[in-house]
């Protein structure tokens, strides 16, 4: 009996103390500096759209270029023109960069490339009422989406 007694109480001493020590958990991490309990790299700032495209033109679609940067298919309602320009996060030494916008049926694609330090593009086409497929890059990067922005109505091309 007093091995049974003795091994039921320090099996209640071993409980108490993880209980205690979960207990006292959130106060330990509340304690720790936040820069040591990040371990997820923070998500890099997305660029933000530069009005490049000219007056009219608002955002209707936009894809992240990994970190580099984002590309923005814009349109102005008015013309019924989609614009694209590929713009840095951070500006700086010229990198190779693209801007491009295209449709399918008749094949056209505008393209703006070369190095640029800040943004590719812009680029226009009249695609009212067509899917556009468009892209930018950065130093290799790629981003884009393909058929996406579909008109309500059908262009006669």
Not at 95 to 111: D, E, I, K, R, Y
Not at 121 to 141: F, K, M, N, Q, Y
Request: net charge positive.
């Amino acid at each position: 009996m007093i091995d049974i007694r003795r091994a039921a109480a320090i099996g209640a001493a071993v409980t108490a103390t993880a209980c205690a020590a979960v207990a006292l958990a959130p106060a330990a991490v509340a304690a720790e500096p936040a820069a040591q309990r990040a371990t997820a790299a923070p998500k890099a700032a997305a660029a933000q759209y530069n009005g490049v495209c000219g007056s009219g033109y608002a955002v209707v679609n936009s894809a992240q270029i990994g970190t580099k940067g984002t590309v923005f298919l814009t349109y102005n309602s008015a013309t019924g023109k989609n614009c694209v320009v590929t713009i840095r996060t951070k500006p700086g030494k010229a990198v190779h960069m693209t801007a491009s916008l295209g449709f399918a049926s008749p094949t056209t694609t505008v393209t703006d490339t070369g190095y640029f330090t800040t943004y590719a593009g812009p680029v226009h086409l009249d695609a009212r009422g067509l899917c556009v497929t468009w892209r930018g890059e950065i130093s290799g990067e790629v981003a884009g989406k393909n058929g996406t922005n579909c008109g309500s109505r059908v262009a006669n091309r």
